[in-house]
Nanobody, 122 residues
Framework: VQLVESGGGLVQPGGSLRLSCAASGSIFAINVMKWYRQAPGKQRELVATITSRGNTIYADSVKGRFTISRDNAKNTVYLQMNSLKPEDTAVYSC?????????????????WGQGTLVTVSS
C-alpha cells in the first residue's frame, strides 16, 4: 500500500491550489484521511481530517479557506486551498488509516505520503 501526493507548487498570495493523495495497493478499506503540513523550523500541524462518512474537521488557521474531500471509488483525498497566504507555505503530507490484505488476514496501519511542497510567495 502506498500514498502518492500531487498538486503542490508555487502560487501567489490569494491564489488557489488543489492537492491530491491517491492510495494504491491491496486495499480493503480506507478509514480516516488527513492532511498535515510542516513549515520550515516549525512542528508538524494537522490541517484537515475527513472520516469515511465524509465528516470533516479543520484547523482554525485554515477554516473557511481549505476544503478536504474524498473520492472513495478512487481511493483519493483532496485538499482544495483557496485564499492562500505566505504562512501556508509548507510541505503538505497526507495520512490515512488503511485496512489492507496482508498474508491470510486483514491488517490496519497508518500510511503516509511522501509530501508535496506548497510555496506561497509573490
Amino acid at each position: 500500500v502506498q500514498l502518492v501526493e500531487s498538486g503542490g507548487g508555487l502560487v501567489q498570495p490569494g491564489g488557489s491550489l488543489r492537492l491530491s493523495c491517491a492510495a494504491s495497493g491491496s486495499i480493503f478499506a480506507i478509514n480516516v484521511m488527513k492532511w498535515y503540513r510542516q513549515a520550515p523550523g516549525k512542528q508538524r500541524e494537522l490541517v484537515a481530517t475527513i472520516t469515511s462518512r465524509g465528516n470533516t474537521i479543520y484547523a482554525d488557521s485554515v477554516k473557511g479557506r481549505f476544503t478536504i474531500s474524498r473520492d472513495n471509488a478512487k481511493n483519493t483525498v483532496y485538499l482544495q486551498m483557496n485564499s492562500l497566504k505566505p504562512e501556508d507555505t509548507a510541505v503538505y503530507s497526507c495520512n490515512a488509516a488503511i485496512t489492507y490484505y496482508a498474508t491470510s488476514r486483514l491488517q490496519t496501519e497508518d500510511f503516509w505520503g511522501q509530501g508535496t511542497l506548497v510555496t506561497v510567495s509573490s
